[in-house]
């Protein structure tokens, strides 16, 4: 999903023949290692995957044949249309990306916020000022993708995006003690060793604020094994390691024959198995 960002980084900054065929090389080499995951994944086909639960049962839904879900690439372009990838960006409606928009801002707290923010501003002022673009451009295509597509799973499109909300993050706090240091040595009433104690203290509060916002979850995670969105979210059984099975098997005690059942993704795959 990057590699829009890599072109138009790569048409600032490469020069060189070279350069490109480095870039190509790479690009490739990522192709060929998620083509390799892709069929290792395929070639097992799980009980509980995808085309076990969605696919196969109902071809004609998607306008699909068996024959024309019956080799590798014919299942992955089925499942990722090449041609109508688009089309999956602002597929759910405004109110639910509003939703998720403040979801994910209120997600952080107020001085990450300011951080991330003046980290994303400060890129382009170091350096080269298109080295700004590529996580920027990257961020955008991942990040509006969870806020904008009609899956219920949009919260993992947020987790490749946390890369580069981090190198903002990182950015952003080396800036401010950079501006901090900056500012203080232009004041002749700041000695060296103030200054360097200052800078130490703005430092070491930039360690424990991330650790104090989430105390909450650390100590839970200490001594219950688990954080709070596992538990919100009921990622994994907390109380019972066959709660799933048993959960499953109530279902489908009361199920008649070809009925259609209607559930939850995370209950899905156990009810394919069973």
Same mark, same amino acid.
């Given at each position: ?7 138009? $980084?790569?048409? @600032? ?10 870039? &190509? ?6 192709? &060929? ?21 969605? $696919? ?16 590798? %690439? ?7 249309? &090449?041609?109508?990838?688009w089309t999956y960006? %602002? ?11 403040? /979801? ?16 994303? #501003? ?11 673009? $590529? ?11 969870? #806020?904008?597509?009609? @899956?219920?799973?949009?919260?993992? %499109? ?30 002749? @009433? ?32 200490i001594d219950k094994?688990?954080?709070? %969105? ?5 990622? $994994?059984?907390? @109380? ?10 109530r279902i489908l005690?009361?199920? /008649?024959?070809?009925? #259609? ?14």
């Open positions: 999903m990057t590699a829009a960002s890599v072109l138009i $980084y790569m048409a @600032f900054s490469a020069r060189t023949r070279f350069a490109w065929l480095g870039a &190509a090389t790479g690009g490739l080499l990522g192709v &060929a290692l998620t083509i390799a995951a892709f069929l290792y994944v395929d070639a097992n086909d799980p009980p509980s995957s995808i085309y076990n639960t969605v $696919y196969r049962p109902s071809l004609s839904v998607f306008g699909l044949t068996p024959s024309d879900f019956d080799t590798p %690439f014919e299942r992955l372009f089925a499942i990722f249309p &090449a041609n109508h990838f960006y %602002f597929s759910t409606t405004p109110d639910v990306m509003r939703v998720r928009l403040v /979801e994910y801002v209120l997600s952080f707290p107020w001085w990450a916020v300011a951080l991330i923010v003046t980290g994303m #501003i400060a890129i382009f002022f170091r350096s080269r000022w298109y080295d700004g673009l $590529y996580p920027l451009v990257a961020f955008i295509l991942i990040w509006g993708l969870g #806020i904008t597509v009609s @899956f219920s799973i949009y919260h993992e %499109f947020f987790i490749p995006a946390a890369v580069f909300v981090a190198v903002w993050l990182g950015t952003g706090a080396g800036a401010l003690l950079d501006g901090l240091a900056s500012l203080m040595k232009r004041n002749a @009433f700041w000695s060296e060793t103030i200054r360097a104690i200052v800078v130490g203290i703005v430092s070491l509060s930039l360690i424990i604020l991330p650790i104090w916002n989430s105390r909450a979850d650390i100590h839970l995670a094994g688990y954080t709070n %969105f596992i538990r919100r979210d009921h990622v $994994y059984p907390l @109380f019972g390691s066959d709660k799933a099975v048993r959960d499953a098997r005690n009361h199920v /008649e024959t070809n009925a #259609i059942v209607f559930s939850d993704w995370d209950k899905l795959g156990w009810l394919a198995m069973l």
